[in-house]
């Protein structure tokens, strides 16, 4: 240093230009949405992947060993950061995107909080090595729970990398929690797709424990679909473009016949951005009406634009959560062009195989759907708890009837619902053993409850939902007791999955062997299915796997649930007899039976009352008698 002037001159000319970040003021600071940032590795890789967007990177390679619990690395030849620029980038609030709070309605990068790296710092050993690209020399940086350890110049390519060893070395809670490896990596694969699927444009590449996960090469959205899910390469997948003032939409939904019985395909992004959307998945799957089961999801992945002062990001610690102030607006728009998209599918003459929906002429962009019949799934007239009728409401909460609940507050009422059996109930039900009075006095009401004379009454029983509590007590015993019985194929049923479906089977295989499932790894992200459990009816392997599979992670995420218990659930949802089968006499005696045989008939696997009294004093109310 050769003196304070001196230097201060040169600090006011050079500094400047390089060093970008800034502390963010408090007012501003506190205007942002609080609470936990990281959560898990995904979280990491998220904020990290994210980063490397925002520095204008083109490649990005994201490197993690054991699901992210022993390191996570993201390499990208973005700008670089200036040795201070280094050293700030680690503060909480600091930020070279926002400055003011006004900037929050212009964004155009993915961060603004200033708390990403901070955060991950103060859970986990860090390292970092970056350069700008008009600097000789980067900078290397290492700190250990929010310690600065190392500091020190060091030769290095223009870009940024970043390594997080031992998440969670500090906080013994948090790295109990995690799931298992493939589990781990799951959730980092997907946050890994929702990058490579904003921005089909970067080369994007991921390793996990040194096998090639994915190796992106820049390109078009379509061609990047094609590419990650290298199990849709054959299919069509049809365009939607549309722009208005308010918001422009471009992107890929899949076809009809090609939607899948599990969830994950789903995908929008507003200004690049990921997000989740009950309100809007609705608008697309409203497209679809008719066109697919209900119990299908179909492919989509959609990018909007919009001005950033139309919407809000600003709403949840993890950015998932977007406010739009034109949501209606929006939501007839996505519903209008996917619909447009599927129509002019269905009008394509190849598709020519059903003379019946190409009726409508060329030129109808409304597809003639037959009527139906809309059944009340679970409605028993005589239960005053059953709401009456869903309709006409608010359309988040009828989709997803969590709707404005935070995660803890549906986990409390998931374990509310299901941990609490009604003390009485168990007593009605010993005593229906005991009486055995339902004996051949079944009746099959519209195909979905059975109706049986008991002492005093009139029981009503779930057919679905009993099947449901059989099959997982089944199910769960024979985790503990003996393995089920197997059905041989005499075809084994190739399967491709995507990635993060195909690590999850792996992880699940020993268990689904315990269930009857004979399925092997078949190479890339494909199984081979040589039995299935011998007491399945289902002969579509794929369904059954892919519907499991979907049950399974919602289990996972949404509930939280124990991974025995969930894969129990998850088969017995998939397998059970379904409202709508009709059952013969001996069939309904034998679910009878054997709920009541059952360690808790009251209640299905997640908490759904089984069965409902009706007694003869509420029949004669009902019907007016003294
Ligand atoms: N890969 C990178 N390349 C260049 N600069 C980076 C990189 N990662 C972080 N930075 C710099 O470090 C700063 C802090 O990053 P950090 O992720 O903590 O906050 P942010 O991205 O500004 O906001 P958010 O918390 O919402 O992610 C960034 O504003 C950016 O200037
Ligand atoms: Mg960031």
């Known amino acids: 240093v050769k003196n304070q002037k001196e230097l201060r001159k040169f600090e006011a000319e050079n ?12 007012h501003v600071a506190n205007q942002i949405a609080a609470g936990e940032v990281i959560q898990r590795p995904a979280s990491v890789v998220k904020e990290l992947l994210e980063n490397a967007l925002d520095a204008q990177a083109t490649e990005i390679k994201l490197i993690i060993k054991d699901g992210g619990r022993t390191s996570i690395q993201v390499l990208d030849n973005g700008v670089g950061m200036s040795e201070t620029d280094a050293r700030m980038a680690w503060e909480r609030h600091a930020t070279s995107k926002i400055s003011t709070a006004g900037d929050l309605f212009k964004l155009n990068t993915m961060g603004f909080r200033g708390e990403a790296l901070a955060s991950i710092a103060s859970v986990a050993h860090v390292e970092m090595k970056t350069r700008k690209h008009n600097e000789e020399v980067g900078t290397l940086l290492a700190i250990e729970g929010s310690h600065l350890k190392r500091q020190e110049p060091v030769s290095v390519m223009p870009g940024t990398s970043i390594t997080v060893k031992n998440l969670f070395f500090n906080v013994p809670a948090r790295r109990n929690f995690l799931k298992s490896n493939p589990v781990e990596s799951k959730y980092i694969i997907d946050e890994f797709m929702r990058v490579a699927l904003a921005c089909p444009h970067l080369s994007l590449y991921m390793y996990n424990n040194d096998q090639e996960v994915f190796a992106l090469k820049a390109a078009t959205l379509g061609k990047r679909i094609k590419d990650i899910y290298t199990d849709r390469k054959d299919e069509q997948l049809l365009e939607v473009a549309e722009k208005t003032s308010v918001v422009s939409v471009q992107g890929y939904v899949g076809s009809p016949d090609s939607a899948k ?26 497209a679809y009406e008719e066109l697919i089961p209900k119990d299908c999801y ?18 949840h610690p993890q950015k998932t959560e977007i406010k739009f102030s034109e949501e209606k607006i929006i939501y007839q728009m996505i519903r209008s062009v996917v619909k447009r998209a599927l129509g002019k599918y269905i009008q394509t003459p190849e598709m020519d195989f059903n003379p019946e929906i190409i009726s409508g002429g060329a030129n109808a962009p409304e597809m003639p759907f037959q009527p139906r019949v809309e059944s ?3 409605y028993n007239p005589f239960s005053p708890q059953t709401p009456r009728n869903g309709g006409g409401g608010d359309w988040k909460k009828m989709f997803d009837p969590y709707a404005g609940q935070s995660f803890s507050e549906r986990y409390e009422k998931e374990q509310e619902a299901s941990l609490f059996p009604v003390p009485e109930l168990k007593t009605a039900a010993s005593h229906l053993i005991y009486t055995k009075e339902y004996e051949n006095s079944c009746f099959q009401l519209h195909n979905s409850y059975i109706l049986s004379q008991v002492k005093n009454g ?13 099959l997982f007590e089944r199910y769960l015993a024979s985790f503990e007791n003996q393995k089920l019985p197997t ?57 059954l796997v892919e519907g499991m599979l979907e049950s399974y992670k919602l289990g996972m995420t949404e509930l939280r649930l124990e991974k025995r218990e969930n894969l129990a659930r998850s088969m017995a949802r998939r397998t059970c ?9 001996t069939e309904m005696m034998q679910l009878v039976e054997q709920l009541f045989a059952c ?24 019907l007016g008698k003294r």
């Open 458 to 470: 009139l029981l009503i029983l779930d057919q679905q939902a009993a099947h449901e509590r059989i």
């Open 298 to 315: 179909p492919l989509y992945i959609l990018h909007l634009e919009i001005a950033p002062d139309a919407i809000d990001v600003n709403v």
């Open 15 to 26: 500094v400047p230009m390089s060093d970008i970040i800034k502390l963010l003021p408090d």
């Open 376 to 378: 009340k799934q679970g």
């Open 487 to 543: 059905q041989e194929k005499l075809f084994p049923k190739v399967i491709e999955l995507d990635a993060a479906d195909f690590e999850l089977l792996s992880e699940l295989t020993d268990d689904l062997a315990r269930l009857g499932f004979d399925i092997s790894a078949f190479g890339k992200n494909t199984v081979i299915v040589n039995g299935i459990p011998a007491d399945v009816k289902s002969v579509n392997e794929q369904e």
């Open 577 to 585: 007899i379904k409202g709508g089968d009709a059952l013969g006499a």
């Open 599 to 622: 360690e808790n008939p009251n209640y299905s696997p997640d908490g759904k009352p089984i069965f409902g009294r009706v007694g003869m004093a509420d029949l004669q109310q009902l």
């Open 261 to 286: 019985k599990t969830r994950g395909e789903q995908y929008f992004f507003v200004n690049g951005r990921f997000f989740k959307d009950p309100y809007l998945n609705h608008a697309v799957v409203a």
